[in-house]
């Protein structure tokens, strides 16, 4: 087993248990959310309550949200919801998953037998074409199920 890097902030108890939110950790620390997908880089912070935050806890994703109770100081616990923002190489319809249609339309635009425009998200260095790396990561997108991030609390 590995220590979570960075470490951790001194005398800050997680205030919620790990969540696994589709390969990302989400967990409380003090009136703090933070993510970590096990590396150093992809560990920190995405979202402060405030100083007087009390128990972010309970993390249920739900569609394109993940849903949380917590305490911002003083208002008592209330719902909250943290946006997801997926990102799909090869979802050739935007609907958050990789078929095997998408997966024709790939195969088609990397022979020269179709238009990027038809499928955009393939082109993941944004060079105008698709190359075999970007096809298979495609089909892993199709096997394990698209990258899920989170953006910008609404």
């Known amino acids: 087993m ?6 951790l902030p ?11 939110i589709n390969g990302l950790l989400l967990f409380a620390l003090g009136g703090e959310i933070w993510q970590s997908d096990g590396t150093e880089v992809g560990t920190g912070p995405i979202q402060d309550l405030g100083p007087l935050a009390v128990g972010p806890s309970s993390f249920k994703r739900a569609g394109g ?21 997926t990102s799909c190489r090869g979802d050739c319809s935007g609907d958050g998953a990789v078929t095997i249609s998408d997966l024709i339309t790939a195969v088609n635009i990397a ?19 698709v190359t075999v790396g970007e096809l298979v990561a495609a089909v892993n997108e ?11 609390p609404e």
Do not use: K
């Open 2 to 7: 590995m220590p979570v890097r960075p470490p």
């Open 10 to 20: 001194a005398g800050l108890p997680l205030s919620s248990p790990l969540t696994n």
């Open 65 to 85: 949200h993940v849903f949380f109770s917590a305490d911002a100081g003083g208002t008592g616990m209330e719902l909250w919801a943290l946006p997801l923002a």
């Open 111 to 129: 022979l020269g037998r179709g238009p990027l425009s038809a499928c955009q998200s393939l082109d993941a260095d944004n060079n105008g074409s």
């Open 142 to 152: 199709a096997l394990h199920g698209c990258t899920v991030t989170f953006s910008q």
